[in-house]
């Protein structure tokens, strides 16, 4: 029914735990306060689970759209703009993407929750970028560089012959010109063994929609973010 999340509580300083099963959560677990904090995700199309959820108290947070492409298919020769340079992510890369982790993102489900300070939100993404130097999570990290310094990265797990984007950023100051697309397509094109590439998104960020679909990317699944802020009878 519950997972513990220890990654987020060790963050926002309380309890954590995402939701496994709705169907089995039960009134009686929930309790007023503010003493945790519990996530859960349902298919858009899931009536049952979503009532259950507000029912209980969850927050509707963010609409999340999965989307794929496949290796079979186009992969597109986009080019380096001038001054830019792609590779993969060194040891010494890690303050760096993780300054960039911390400063890049407003429209996480962390960022879009009340309850939830920027401090909190941004810390999330940080060290989130971090573990993959850490080697706690994330297969392969891509870095792109204006001249000599790093202003995005490209953050990806592999699994089952599945791509999966787990994280990109880019600096505020070079966004708004393709990069993420760039990065994208370096990745397809210099790593093997995978035959479908995922990335999810909110509904909210349209630049990001907008980039992806450019990229040949086909949406392929919606659900709904619920956040819960209050006491676990455990």
Not at 159 to 184: E, R, S
Request: one cysteine or more.
């Amino acid at each position: 029914m519950l997972k513990r999340d220890p990654f987020i509580s060790d963050i926002i300083g309380k309890p954590a735990w995402m939701v496994s099963d709705t169907n089995h959560l039960e009134e009686k677990d929930f309790a007023r306060g503010n003493d945790g904090f519990v996530y859960a995700k349902a298919d858009c199309q899931n009536i049952i689970s979503i009532g259950r959820l507000e029912k209980f108290g969850f927050h509707l947070i963010d609409t999340n759209v999965q989307l794929d492409r496949f290796s079979s298919g186009l992969l597109y020769d986009l080019q380096v703009p001038k001054n830019y340079k792609i590779d993969f992510a060194e040891p010494e890369n890690a303050q760096r993407v993780e300054q960039i982790a911390a400063t890049s993102f407003k429209y996480t489900r962390f960022h879009l929750d009340p309850f939830i300070s920027d401090k909190f939100a941004n810390d999330i993404k940080r060290q989130w970028a971090g573990n993959f130097f850490k080697k706690i999570r994330g297969d392969y990290m891509v870095v792109l560089k204006y001249k000599t310094e790093i202003v995005g990265f490209l953050q990806l797990i592999l699994k089952d012959k599945n791509l999966i984007i787990d994280l990109i950023a880019i600096d505020k100051l070079h966004q708004g010109k393709g990069l993420a697309g760039v990065m994208i397509n370096f990745a397809a094109n210099h790593l093997d063994k995978w035959q479908r590439m995922l990335v999810g998104t909110q509904v909210t960020n349209i630049p990001s929609m907008r980039s992806y679909v450019k990229q040949g990317f086909n949406i392929c699944q919606s659900s709904y973010i619920f956040h819960y802020h209050g006491g676990m009878k455990l």
